[in-house]
């Protein structure tokens, strides 16, 4: 089934795959609009069953658990992209996929994506495609170092990568990658790293939230601050960008774009995520309308609500120990805890994040 572009009214359900922390506080926003969540997530107990109204718990690629939870949703969605397309695809003969399943098939290979990225007349940085250590050899030749050697699927939060210094060892390099396909990236002399976030209703309207600014630490988002400190017209440009990829993409749902600031203040476009994205996780104490209650409004069919910031924020993500700090967050009248419900802080693991805001003047 194509999407006939229903709107899903409330009493509606939403099927979530994935039931990671997106999950979790898409289910959170879509109670109060009278929506009931169905997760499909392979471990039981995960972020977002605990908050929502049902969840089958199965391996990705059990097809048959895949129709019978598409059978009883009226719509699906997304938390989790690393699943193959055609699941999706099959899926979406019983229910609407909304953002489609094409948008994560321009997503989930970073050279398919940065090609994608181009053609919009978007810049990113220079790129080659690589299938083995000779081919990364003649791409080290063409790019220059430094530069950075990614897969080209699956990576997150710096797995799968590795920076190449002059002098380096192509063939080190590409053991060190441990995958068959890779992309090779120009090393961008950022000045700062921004991402910017819309919305994009079924009716094709746009929301686009302020750009926020991110650091990261060993590779992992560490805090976003709101906004970012960057020109009005970057800003604007930027957002601009965002919406230009979400309707090519023909985007239902949210789209997040990272990118970089050059320090001759010109942005490239690192990587999209079409789904909602911790670095607008600030959002939810920060603006009319949350990040999650966007996606929840633009994958139901319902008009996109208020994006506008009404206070500034700082978020920092609390990863692996840092949630057992949460006794003198929670006292913090300014801080806004959000915990995940995960059992295990393992290092790295996003656990939590809290949001510092500081209304703005009127
Ligand atoms: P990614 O997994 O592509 O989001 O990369 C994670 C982080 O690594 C980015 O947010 C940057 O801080 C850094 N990084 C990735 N690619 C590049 C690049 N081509 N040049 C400079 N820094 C990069």
């Known amino acids: 089934?194509?999407?006939?572009?229903?709107?899903?009214?409330?009493?509606?359900?939403?099927?979530?795959?994935?039931?990671?922390?997106?999950?979790?506080?898409?289910?959170?926003?879509?109670?109060?609009?009278?929506?009931?969540?169905?997760?499909?997530?392979?471990?039981?107990?995960?972020?977002?069953?605990?908050?929502?109204?049902?969840?089958?718990?199965?391996?990705?690629?059990?097809?048959?658990?895949?129709?019978?939870?598409?059978?009883?949703?009226?719509?699906?969605?997304?938390?989790?992209?690393?699943?193959?397309?055609?699941?999706?695809?099959?899926?979406?003969?019983?229910?609407?996929?909304?953002?489609?399943?094409?948008?994560?098939?321009?997503?989930?290979?970073?050279?398919?994506?940065?090609?994608?990225?181009?053609?919009?007349?978007?810049?990113?940085?220079?790129?080659?495609?690589?299938?083995?250590?000779?081919?990364?050899?003649?791409?080290?030749?063409?790019?220059?170092?430094?530069?950075?050697?990614?897969?080209?699927?699956?990576?997150?939060?710096?797995?799968?990568?590795?920076?190449?210094?002059?002098?380096?060892?192509?063939?080190?390099?590409?053991?060190?990658?441990?995958?068959?396909?890779?992309?090779?990236?120009?090393?961008?002399?950022?000045?700062?790293?921004?991402?910017?976030?819309?919305?994009?209703?079924?009716?094709?309207?746009?929301?686009?939230?302020?750009?926020v600014e991110n650091r990261h630490a060993n590779h992992i988002l560490a805090t976003t601050t709101a906004p970012a400190s960057i020109s009005g017209d970057l800003a604007r440009d930027a957002q601009a960008m965002a919406a230009t990829l979400a309707d090519a993409l023909d985007l239902v749902g949210l789209l997040a774009v990272e990118m970089f600031v050059t320090t001759d203040d010109r942005l490239l476009v690192n990587e999209l995520a079409a789904r909602p994205h911790n670095s607008g996780h600030w959002s939810i104490d920060a603006c009319h309308a949350s990040q999650f209650e966007q996606f929840v409004r633009a994958v139901c069919g319902l008009p996109l609500g208020d994006p506008a910031r009404h206070s500034d924020a700082v978020m920092t993500n609390l990863l692996g120990d840092d949630v057992d700090q949460w006794q003198t967050m929670v006292a913090d009248p300014n801080a806004h805890l959000h915990l995940y419900g995960k059992a295990e802080a393992r290092p790295g693991r996003k656990m939590g994040h809290v949001t510092r805001v500081n209304p703005i003047a009127e």
């Open 1 to 211: 089934m194509a999407d006939d572009g229903r709107v899903i009214p409330p009493g509606g359900t939403i099927g979530i795959v994935g039931g990671g922390q997106l999950g979790r506080m898409a289910a959170l926003a879509a109670a109060p609009l009278g929506y009931r969540c169905h997760i499909f997530c392979p471990d039981a107990d995960s972020p977002a069953e605990q908050v929502a109204d049902k969840a089958t718990v199965a391996p990705y690629d059990d097809a048959e658990a895949l129709d019978r939870f598409a059978a009883e949703v009226d719509v699906i969605t997304y938390e989790f992209e690393n699943l193959p397309t055609e699941a999706f695809a099959r899926m979406g003969r019983k229910a609407p996929v909304r953002p489609h399943w094409r948008c994560l098939e321009t997503t989930q290979h970073r050279v398919t994506e940065k090609d994608f990225i181009n053609a919009q007349g978007i810049g990113t940085a220079p790129y080659r495609l690589v299938r083995g250590p000779d081919e990364l050899a003649a791409a080290l030749e063409a790019i220059g170092t430094p530069a950075v050697l990614k897969t080209t699927r699956l990576g997150y939060d710096g797995k799968g990568q590795v920076g190449i210094e002059p002098g380096d060892d192509p063939a080190e390099a590409w053991a060190a990658m441990n995958g068959d396909e890779g992309v090779l990236e120009g090393f961008v002399d950022f000045r700062c790293e921004v991402s910017a976030i819309i919305a994009r209703g079924l009716d094709g309207k746009t929301a686009a939230f302020d750009v």
